[in-house]
């Protein structure tokens, strides 16, 4: 554990450090009063403590630290009382274990579909899906969802917010004033790829896989919206939505598209480089 923050796998603990230092300076919350998570996408930036040279990598971490910070500006100035919600359901069929008990008494993860040698997956995916809908007077309505698979259908060197994307523009589109925010889960040996080739899954059509996910996910969250059950009622959630579509707080919650960040990066590296326009 660093100080406020328990280990962070593969995140280094000078970023957390660092996101809480810049988040503290912006809006005064201190440390232990926030809370930092990411959808694991695997097709996006990596992001570390920015130095202090002027590589397009460091003009494009202070630019994500900045848009942190005026998020988090903003949500702070949007404190409205709300009232809670909760629902649990399941989006079967979407994740499956990566993880294999193989022949000759070896683990493998990912050992490829149909080969000959694994014996049983490890353990059973979790396909639970978990919903809190915010309701707020006059505001928009929070989808807080979570759901746990790799964001890696995509592949390659480009950049995409993979499945999660797709979970939260399918339920902004259904659900009329709801904005939605994914919150990936815990359970990391459980990818898209399913082993069994008796099995006849959407996901091995990879160029729409993500789709596939998105929408089964978002399904379930449709159907779990109006019944939710009261939860709570809370006064000061932290809830704003930030234009283009690409940057949504809620709760503290980040969740960046990076496909579309990704538009306003050049022009803004190449100001940082040169602000005189020269």
């Not at 000078?14 to 996101?19: F, G, K, P, Q, W």
């Not at 919350?29 to 959808?39: H, S």
């Not at 294999?100 to 683990?107: I, L, Q």
């Not at 939710?228 to 690409?246: D, K, P, R, S």
Request: proline letters at 5%; hydrophobic letters at 35%.
């Amino acid at each position: 554990k660093s100080q406020n923050y328990p280990k962070n796998c593969l995140v280094e603990d000078c970023l957390i450090e660092y996101v809480g230092m810049v988040e503290k300076q912006a809006t005064g919350v201190e440390k232990d009063g926030m809370y930092i998570t990411c959808v694991h996408s695997h097709t996006a930036f990596r992001v570390t403590k920015p130095s202090e040279a002027l590589t397009d990598s460091d003009i494009f971490l202070r630019w994500l630290f900045k848009q942190f910070c005026t998020c988090a500006k903003l949500a702070l100035e949007d404190l409205k009382p709300c009232t809670v919600k909760v629902a649990k359901g399941e989006a079967k069929g979407v994740g499956f274990v990566r993880v294999y008990r193989m022949k000759d008494g070896s683990v493998r993860t990912n050992p490829g579909v149909g080969n000959p040698d694994i014996v049983a997956p490890m353990s059973k995916p979790d396909e639970q899906v978990q919903l809190m809908r915010v309701d707020r007077p006059g505001k928009d309505s929070v989808a807080i969802v979570n759901f746990q698979c790799h964001p890696d259908t995509i592949g390659g060197c480009k950049i995409s917010a993979d499945w999660p994307r797709v979970v939260r523009e399918t339920v902004e589109r259904v659900l009329d004033g709801v904005k939605c925010v994914l919150i990936n889960g815990a359970q990391g040996d459980s990818n898209h790829i399913c082993t069994d080739p008796s099995r006849v899954v959407p996901s091995r059509q990879s160029r729409r896989t993500h789709i596939h996910m998105g929408r089964v996910i978002a399904g379930s969250v449709i159907g779990l919206f109006i019944g939710c059950i009261l939860a709570n009622t809370l006064t000061g959630a932290v809830i704003c939505y930030i234009g283009h579509n690409y940057l949504v707080a809620r709760l503290n919650t980040i969740l960046l598209d990076m496909e579309k960040a990704a538009m306003e990066i050049p022009s803004f590296c190449e100001q940082q480089k040169n602000p005189a326009g020269n």
